[in-house]
Nanobody
Framework: QVQLVESGGGLVQPGGSLRLSCAAS????????MGWFRQAPGKEREFVAA????????YYANSMKGRFTISRDNAKNTVYLQMNSLKPEDTAVYYC????????????????WGQGTQVTVSS
């Protein structure tokens, strides 16, 4: 079992930045690929970014590429999502997830989920 706890969400103005963190506890963190997803009100959950267990491979959704950066610190059992140039349409609950097998863009591939952290982009 892996427990995931997100933090770092909040209210930010358009053009601003936030860094989300996801702290993991449980089994060997570096054996899990990690992903970030988000869900806006009335919309389906969508893929944001993912990173392999070693951190050597990353995937991004096209709309986030160049603005968001996923990274991980296996010594701290933590994965991060640095979000820059935020837009109102980035408003959503952001979730981190862990995949026991390999890096993936599909939410159904992930085995463990955090409770989410709210990001609101508004002036």
């Amino acid at each position: 079992q892996v427990q995931l706890v997100e933090s770092g969400g909040g209210l930010v103005q358009p053009g601003g930045s936030l860094r989300l963190s996801c702290a993991a506890s449980g089994r060997t963190f570096s054996s899990y690929a990690m992903g970030w997803f988000r869900q806006a009100p009335g919309k389906e959950r969508e893929f944001v970014a993912a990173i392999s267990g070693s951190g050597g491979i990353t995937y991004y959704a096209n709309s986030m590429k160049g603005r968001f950066t996923i990274s991980r610190d296996n010594a701290k059992n933590t994965v991060y999502l640095q979000m820059n140039s935020l837009k109102p349409e980035d408003t959503a609950v952001y979730y981190c997830a862990a995949d026991e097998r390999s890096i993936s863009r599909g939410s159904s591939e992930y085995d463990y989920w955090g409770q989410g952290t709210q990001v609101t982009v508004s002036s």
